[in-house]
């Protein structure tokens, strides 16, 4: 079992900026990617960014060139850093983690909610 906590969303006007973090522990060996979703209201969670365990990273369209994921292997932590956001940014933010077997098992945190007001 992976627990995962997150933290930095907050409120931030248009054009601005937050990082997210995302701390990973438990069972964090053989974790193959990890990643960002958010679910606005009424919507379907999607995919904002992932980084897999070799270093290749994923972005949905509408956040290329603006947001970018890392992570810190020795803290277990992995960031979204999210600049030039946009109203259409708000949503509840969601870290993933996730582990290829004999299926897939995914872990998720509670999520942190990210407003950004026009």
């Known amino acids: 079992q992976v627990q995962l906590v997150e933290s930095g969303g907050g409120l931030v006007q248009a054009g601005g900026s937050l990082r997210l973090s995302c701390a990973a522990s438990?069972?964090?060996?053989?974790?193959?990617?990890m990643g960002w979703y958010r679910q606005a209201p009424g919507k379907q969670r999607d995919l904002v960014a992932r980084?897999?365990?070799?270093?290749?990273?994923n972005y949905a369209d509408s956040v290329k060139g603006r947001f970018t994921i890392s992570r810190d292997n020795a803290k277990n932590t992995v960031y979204l850093q999210m600049n030039s956001l946009k109203p259409e940014d708000t949503a509840v933010y969601y870290c993933?983690?996730?582990?290829?077997?004999?299926?897939?098992?995914?872990?998720w945190g509670q999520g942190t909610q990210v407003t950004v007001s026009s």
């Open positions: 980084i897999f365990s070799g270093g290749i990273t």
């Open positions: 438990g069972s964090i060996g053989s974790i193959n990617v």
């Open positions: 993933n983690a996730r582990k290829y077997g004999l299926g897939v098992l995914d872990s």
